[in-house]
């Protein structure tokens, strides 16, 4: 049979040397994206590309560390000490702070960790706003080869877990939280209350596990009954508003229990404009110990404030630093917690108010 020639070459020839050239550009690609990965998936991370990522991706800068915080909102007492505590910390330090304000929503927090991922951070501090949409955060930084630690909330464990797809979980026990603040409720009432609860953000991990130990700790008293149960936000305004609209379908309330304390001090207005007494008529507790939750302790209207610290930065510069020397970080660094109460608020009130 009469074969083509190209350049002296018959096609059976020329067909070998294409496949060949487009075998070795193949290969030359995936290296190319392997190394960008390694070095850059952060500049001080190790390893290659996704594939090749260690699970969780290593750190192995120790020193001017260029660290991106991805903030879920920037208002609130709470949130602006964290956000504070984070950048004294990263300071003190001498690391690059490299700060995104997600606003309240998951998508932008998404795009705000890729950007950090596009800055080539050396390791990602994420406060995720909920926990399922904010796993794939999690898995953009690890397919970039860049650590990430969670702080203050945690993601769904279904879909990406400590110690293989990021580092560690440092925050409070939010469960915990809960059944102190039902703990308290039921000891002050003699164990008979009709409560409203406020809720914190729908998916949100400190919101769901602080119903979660409430209202099984509420469920052990036979005189105690959740009347509504709804999601007020966090947010002083929203509590305020979703208080004054189940009071007019529950006027015969006793109790409030709100996730935070912007929210119980939202509570505390809606029940004084409805001609309630707030810590005569209506026991309400709360979480937080923000310096208005603290107040409002001291001047009778809220019983009981659980702590949920704020303080991050210290803890997680030390525990960056521990992860980057090689040490094994347990999958959630527990942070305690205190409980305020009339009896002893006075005594923290100047050191820990925010
Ligand atoms: O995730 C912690 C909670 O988030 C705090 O209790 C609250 O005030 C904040 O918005």
Redesign the pocket.
Same mark, same amino acid.
């Given at each position: 049979m009469k074969q083509t020639k190209f350049f002296g070459l018959n096609m059976s020839a020329l067909f070998i040397i294409v496949l060949g050239g487009l075998l070795l550009t193949a290969c030359g690609t995936s290296n190319s994206t392997s190394s960008s990965g390694g070095s850059g998936g952060g500049s001080g991370s190790s390893g290659g590309g996704s594939s090749s990522c260690a699970s969780p991706p290593k750190l192995s800068k120790t020193t001017g560390l260029k660290v991106g915080f991805s903030q879920n909102e920037n208002t609130?007492p709470?949130?602006l000490a964290e956000t504070k505590s984070m950048q004294d910390a990263a300071k003190a330090q001498g690391a690059q702070l490299i700060f995104t304000d997600a606003q309240s929503s998951a998508s932008k927090q998404i795009s705000d960790v890729d950007s950090l991922i596009a800055q080539k951070v050396d390791v990602i501090v994420l406060a995720p706003l909920t926990s399922e949409p904010l796993a794939k955060a999690v898995q953009d930084a690890k397919a970039a080869c860049i650590p990430v630690v969670l702080i *203050?909330?945690d993601v769904d464990h279904k879909l990406a877990s400590p110690n293989k797809d990021y580092v560690t979980f440092i925050g409070s026990n939010f469960v915990q939280q809960g059944k102190l603040a039902a703990d308290w409720l039921i000891k002050n009432t003699g164990g008979k209350a009709k409560i409203i609860e406020l809720q914190?953000t729908t998916g949100?991990s400190?919101a769901t596990d602080r119903k979660t130990g409430f209202d099984n700790e509420i469920k052990t008293a036979p005189g105690m009954s959740i009347l509504a149960s709804q999601d007020a936000d966090?947010n002083r305004d929203k509590g305020r508003q979703t208080m004054q609209t189940l009071l007019q379908a529950h006027p015969d309330v006793t109790a409030v229990y709100a996730?935070?304390?912007?929210m119980a001090i939202g509570a505390i207005a809606a029940l004084k404009a409805a001609g309630k007494k707030p810590g005569k008529d209506v026991t309400v507790v709360s979480? *937080?110990g923000e310096r208005d939750g603290m107040n409002a302790i001291i001047n009778g209207e809220l019983g009981t404030s659980v702590q949920?610290s704020p303080f991050f930065g210290p803890i997680t510069f030390q525990t960056i630093s521990q992860y980057a020397s090689g040490n094994k970080i347990p999958d959630w660094v527990v942070v305690q917690d205190l409980q305020y109460t009339k009896d002893n608020v006075q005594q923290y009130i100047a050191k820990n108010a925010y």
């Amino acid at each position: 049979m009469k074969q083509t020639k190209f350049f002296g070459l018959n096609m059976s020839a020329l067909f070998i040397i294409v496949l060949g050239g487009l075998l070795l550009t193949a290969c030359g690609t995936s290296n190319s994206t392997s190394s960008s990965g390694g070095s850059g998936g952060g500049s001080g991370s190790s390893g290659g590309g996704s594939s090749s990522c260690a699970s969780p991706p290593k750190l192995s800068k120790t020193t001017g560390l260029k660290v991106g915080f991805s903030q879920n909102e920037n208002t609130g007492p709470w949130r602006l000490a964290e956000t504070k505590s984070m950048q004294d910390a990263a300071k003190a330090q001498g690391a690059q702070l490299i700060f995104t304000d997600a606003q309240s929503s998951a998508s932008k927090q998404i795009s705000d960790v890729d950007s950090l991922i596009a800055q080539k951070v050396d390791v990602i501090v994420l406060a995720p706003l909920t926990s399922e949409p904010l796993a794939k955060a999690v898995q953009d930084a690890k397919a970039a080869c860049i650590p990430v630690v969670l702080i *203050d909330r945690d993601v769904d464990h279904k879909l990406a877990s400590p110690n293989k797809d990021y580092v560690t979980f440092i925050g409070s026990n939010f469960v915990q939280q809960g059944k102190l603040a039902a703990d308290w409720l039921i000891k002050n009432t003699g164990g008979k209350a009709k409560i409203i609860e406020l809720q914190g953000t729908t998916g949100a991990s400190a919101a769901t596990d602080r119903k979660t130990g409430f209202d099984n700790e509420i469920k052990t008293a036979p005189g105690m009954s959740i009347l509504a149960s709804q999601d007020a936000d966090f947010n002083r305004d929203k509590g305020r508003q979703t208080m004054q609209t189940l009071l007019q379908a529950h006027p015969d309330v006793t109790a409030v229990y709100a996730h935070n304390d912007e929210m119980a001090i939202g509570a505390i207005a809606a029940l004084k404009a409805a001609g309630k007494k707030p810590g005569k008529d209506v026991t309400v507790v709360s979480i *937080d110990g923000e310096r208005d939750g603290m107040n409002a302790i001291i001047n009778g209207e809220l019983g009981t404030s659980v702590q949920s610290s704020p303080f991050f930065g210290p803890i997680t510069f030390q525990t960056i630093s521990q992860y980057a020397s090689g040490n094994k970080i347990p999958d959630w660094v527990v942070v305690q917690d205190l409980q305020y109460t009339k009896d002893n608020v006075q005594q923290y009130i100047a050191k820990n108010a925010y």
